[in-house]
């Protein structure tokens, strides 16, 4: 039991003690209304939530202890690659970089906290998108390996558990949440992809060969780590029984496997490839990237779980899903259209688990919402408590009932960060409180809710 944060929503420190820029130092703060974007340059008017994050650069002892007092078990935090490797392609990393992760670790080693580290949470260093296309380029693959080799060794014997990734699976020729996750994913805009399919397939693919790569490292560094993957896995029903969208809703659910598929079959899935072949896209499957899936599986998978979603049939083969605009009628949403769907955890956790036969960890679970602060500036959030019970609820029945084995449940945001999909900081999740506001102003005062 824990929380999980990632570096570019609460660290801030953008540009100290040699840290790089990355493409999430050029996004713009957003709303559900109006998209976050992506600039070429830092432009002065413009309000970048992760210059500042919820300054856990320079608050991280307080956050730790205020977490150690709420007894957590772990915590997941990522490594910024540009504050260990600023343009990303150095030989030698910035070691003040590495000496602030090594003093978060080794602060929650010290209060019985096991640190969980994500090593790709949606940021790279900006030269590699400018100078090298991203995860276009193979040659990006190297630099990951590199700086993974780095992190494994500089960490090896204090971090047990390891992340590859974060939700590359939203990384797909065929899924709405291109747009967003393009950027999120690669710091490349959806607008300026040529060939949009083949792209996005080949970063998919790329940063899959990427991740098993690391994992067969990670596990030849040090033979105790347990190294996963994290996926935003969502629930996904089907519209109603007409067979034809049954048969939909089974390839909308599988867009969120094949990456698992390639990380635990010790293969590239086929249907994948055939799908490719239907949609015109080319992938080259090398013989070097074979070995790379059969010598390497993933220890876990992590599960990023905060709604379901509805499939629906629109006549053609190829649909799309995920967050798609198909309302459940039987379940209520956050007011950022997630829908609350606690038994879609259990459908999941046993999902998964039974198609690898692997531990799953729940890497990331909770509710966004606007928490208003009363006369005596207290918050009185029953709906998150609410929130929280019905997963657990579900979570322990996929556990004790159906036997999933189960690592972790790590909540997302235990403490306040900003917003991945909008850069806002109103859209809350944490136990404890961070006094900010959308525009990055506020005292930072942290308070436990
Ligand atoms: C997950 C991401 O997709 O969702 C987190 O791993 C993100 O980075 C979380 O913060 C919640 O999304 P949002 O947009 O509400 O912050």
């Known amino acids: 039991m824990g929380g999980s944060i990632s570096a570019h929503q609460s660290e801030g420190g953008w540009d100290v003690d040699g840290k790089g820029l990355n493409y999430m130092d050029l996004v713009t703060s957003g709303s559900y209304e109006i998209p976050r974007e992506m600039t070429e340059e830092i432009e002065n008017d413009k309000n970048y939530p992760s ?28 490594i910024d690659w540009s504050r260990t490797f600023p343009k990303g392609i150095e030989e030698h990393p910035n070691q003040a970089g590495l000496d602030f992760y090594h003093e978060v670790i080794d602060r929650l080693i010290s209060h019985d906290i096991e640190p969980i580290v994500t090593l790709y949470h949606f940021e790279m260093p900006m030269y ?30 204090k971090v047990r558990y390891w992340a590859t990734f974060n939700e590359t699976n939203h990384l ?21 992809l040529g060939d949009k399919k083949q792209a996005m397939a080949e970063m998919g693919y790329n940063m899959t060969v990427a991740s098993s790569k690391a994992v067969e490292l990670g596990h030849k560094i040090d033979p105790n780590n347990k190294i996963g993957c994290v996926f935003g896995l969502t629930s996904i029903y089907p519209f109603n029984c007409k067979p034809e969208n049954i048969m939909n809703n089974f390839k909308d659910m599988d867009r969120n496997f ?26 080259e ?44 009628p039987y379940l209520e949403q956050s007011k950022w259209g997630w829908s609350i769907g606690p038994i879609g955890l259990r459908y999941m956790m046993n999902y998964v688990y039974r198609r690898y036969g692997i531990p799953v960890m729940i890497t990331e679970n909770g509710l966004g919402a606007v ?24 979570m322990k029945k996929a556990i004790i009932e159906d036997g999933v084995d189960c690592l972790g449940y790590l909540t997302w945001g235990p403490i306040d960060v900003i917003s991945a999909t909008t850069g806002e900081m109103r859209k809350r999740y944490g136990f404890i409180y961070v006094n ?14």
Not at 51 to 76: C, P, S, T, V
Not at 131 to 153: A, M, P, Q
Not at 371 to 394: A, C, M, P, W
Not at 436 to 441: A, T
Request: net charge negative.
């Open 172 to 192: 797909d020729p065929q899924t709405e949440l291109s747009d967003i996750f393009t950027y999120l994913l690669t710091g490349i805009k959806y607008s300026d």
């Open 51 to 78: 210059h500042y994050g919820i300054d856990f650069y320079n608050r991280f002892r307080d956050d730790i202890q205020m977490f150690a007092e709420m007894e957590f078990k772990a915590l997941r935090i990522s």
């Open 436 to 449: 900010q506001d959308n525009s990055g102003n506020g005292s930072r005062r942290r308070k436990k809710r």
């Open 128 to 157: 590699l998108v400018k100078e090298y296309g991203s995860w276009l380029n193979r040659e990006v693959i190297d630099k990951y390996l590199h700086f993974c080799e780095t992190i494994f060794k500089s960490f090896k014997g």
């Open 285 to 328: 499957i090398s013989t070097e990237d074979k070995e790379s899936f059969r010598m390497a599986t993933l220890d876990f998978i992590g599960i990023n779980y905060y709604s379901s979603s509805v499939s629906k049939y629109n006549g053609s083969e190829e649909v799309e899903a995920i967050f798609a605009d198909v309302q459940n």
């Open 258 to 283: 094949y990456q698992i598929d390639a990380m635990c079959n010790r293969k590239f899935p086929e249907y994948k490839l055939k799908e490719y072949q239907r949609l015109g896209i080319k992938l």
């Open 371 to 394: 928490d208003e602060l009363d006369s005596e500036r207290n918050i009185h959030d029953d709906y998150r408590v609410e929130y929280f019970k019905q997963h657990i609820t579900e």
